[in-house]
């Protein structure tokens, strides 16, 4: 019977790589031979890594989340090939890998993905989304780097008319990005009452229990 050999993938934190060597149909020939260890956290030193791959033939480092580097490959003695998603990753030195006699090789990948994550990214840093996007989720956050104005008003456009008003307002030059109604303050339901010809104000809160 011949040697079932160890293989690990490194820092699968999404599972991708999991799931697409378990219902690939061109692994399955190679699951006969090989036992495959998935990680998703990523090891934070060389000690804990070498516990998890030292006595492995094959390691998958997903892209460039791992460094490997000479010091690691001396005290990796089983290793003999290390695979990386993508055909360059610069987290491996490749001339002490070679020293080691461990193959490295890469896997190819769509071009697009990138292309997208940038522009991604790039709309996200402009417009705060990754800030921002919390606030649709909840009533308040007190940690945002962006200004936000509350009003109290009975309408969107009285809102608009209330928040140009405000002394912050005038003074940053601010415009308005967008309004959020909120109806929730520390899971109470706010209960607003008409008090005079100039607006609306908040009297007191209902409690209505946590929401």
């Known amino acids: 019977m011949s040697e079932i050999l160890h293989c690990v993938v490194l820092d699968d934190y999404q599972s991708v790589a999991r799931d697409f060597i378990e ?11 090989v036992h495959i260890d998935y990680y998703n956290e990523h090891f934070n030193s060389d000690k804990a890594l070498l516990g998890a791959i030292k006595p492995c033939q094959i390691v998958i480092a997903m892209r460039e989340r791992t460094h490997f580097h000479a010091e690691l490959f ?11 998603s993508g055909m360059r990753n610069a987290a491996i030195d490749l001339d002490a890998a070679k020293k080691s006699g461990i193959i490295v090789s890469g896997t190819q990948s769509a071009k697009g993905p990138p292309t997208e994550l940038t522009w991604g990214l790039i709309l996200s840093l402009a417009r705060n989304i990754s800030l921002e996007n919390p606030l649709s989720q909840t009533a308040l956050s007190t940690k945002c780097l962006t200004d936000h104005i509350f009003v109290v ?17 005038k003074q940053k030059r601010m415009h308005i ?3 959020q109604e909120i109806r929730t303050v520390d899971g109470y339901v706010i209960n607003p009452k008409q008090c005079n010809a100039k607006g609306t104000e908040i009297v007191n809160y209902v409690g209505r229990g946590l929401v």
Do not use: H, Y
């Open 74 to 84: 001396s005290n990796l003695p089983n290793l003999k090939l290390l695979v990386t």
């Open 153 to 169: 008003a009975k309408d969107m456009q009285s809102a608009k008319q209330e928040a140009r008003k405000n002394t912050l307002f």
């Open 23 to 33: 219902r690939a149909p061109e692994w399955e020939a190679i699951k006969q031979g």
């Open 177 to 179: 990005d967008s309004i």
